[in-house]
């Protein structure tokens, strides 16, 4: 039996540039595997008369992807949620079958983001597996029941706690569904996402990755990646971003992954998301052959007190040699920098500019305070320490902060440590530096724009 679904991405962050729903396409290639028919809404791109097409579909089942929770940046308040129970309303109108929410916010708040929705069901953890049961169960009759699966009647009676769905990638990628919404991204962000991996091995204290995909790396074959990066290509994509948590969780992985782009002759540039150890000069000279061309580094601060508090498992110096080797390989790279975690102090931030100086070439991204999330080493740390915590829901935007500075303190501190260093993009800068990448855009330009930003900075005058 063929049912028809309905897949809606909610997302509608677009800062700092709009992001190709690549989880959600994925459930679509796994449903189109399995023999049902899909229907793709993605409110970014979605004409206006996306709901009369949709109720002319008239879908079995409905499926909400929900990427963003908020912001993340301390000094935004409440969440992007807001306009979500109007959309299951909207749903209601369009199906007279079950409404499931997934999505990365939906794993880390099921219970609380199902409660506000009004949906039926949340899935916690990978999608693709996952809706497949629910498909199943719809077409035996049956009332979908599995450890990963919160109906709003279990919300409601308070139960919060629930397994993550099963892991699997779907090796199909069907086309017609990309040819639908990549043209919206490669008009607005000028790249396409793909991922070649899920989990993270990593610890770090604030971290939500392992809780969504695990703390061991499963990796999609070879084959695959290879066959998903030239169906960019017959899309007209020029660039990609590689969206895995840890692109570098594995030398062999890289090397292999690399090598076989090569010999596919992919010819496209892209960049990821690297852990700044390890990567010698013969790595990075490989990932630059392959095509790597902006590389973003979450190294969290550059002071090795901190680096130790954050949970991570290199020390500046990895940190500096790893930077070195990819700039000589003539990869362009950022950090990104927290400020005012736990143990920061004035001593602390002064270290960390201090060695930014000896990574010259690199683009450093500071924020500031730690927003908390539940299942986070963190989050368990504050609760043996903080009164009431438990009473709090993390769904509305808790944040930490050193107790060595308040947030405007700190913020201070930046700005004077930053004056005059154009490699240093504060986050109270973001909204200037959005509005000239949205305008860069228009102009053409591909890849990452933070490479752009120190040209700005230096040309930018210093009274604003």
Known sequence: MSLKILLVSFNRYTTPDPVFPLGLVYVGDALVQAGHEVHFVDLLSAKDDWQEMARAFAPDIVAISVRNVDEVCIGSKGTLLGELPELVSICRRLCSGPIVLGGPAVSLFPAEILRMSGADFAIKGEGEQAFLHICKCHEAGSQPDAPWLLSQQQAAAGLVTISSAPAGFCTYFDLPIREQIAPFYLGTSRMLNIQTQRGCPMKCCYCTYPALEGRFARRKPVEAVIEEMLLFKRLGAKYFFVVDGVFNSSRSWVVELCEAMIRAQIGLRWCCFLK?????????RLMAKAGLSHAECGSDSLSDTMLENYGKRFTFRDVRDSSLNLINAGIRICHFIIFGGPGETRSTVEETFQHSSEIPGGIFFSSVGLRVYPNTPLYESLRATTPGLDSVSMLEPYYYLSPCFSEDGIREALQTHARNRSEWILSSDSEYFSLEMKRM??????????????LMQRLRPRSE
């Not at 990567?279 to 990075?284: N, V």
């Not at 855009?441 to 930003?453: A, E, I, Q, S, V």
């Open 276 to 284: 700044p150890y390890g990567i010698d000069i013969e790595l990075a």
């Open 441 to 454: 855009r228009r102009k053409g330009k591909t890849g990452p724009l933070w490479d752009y930003m120190e």
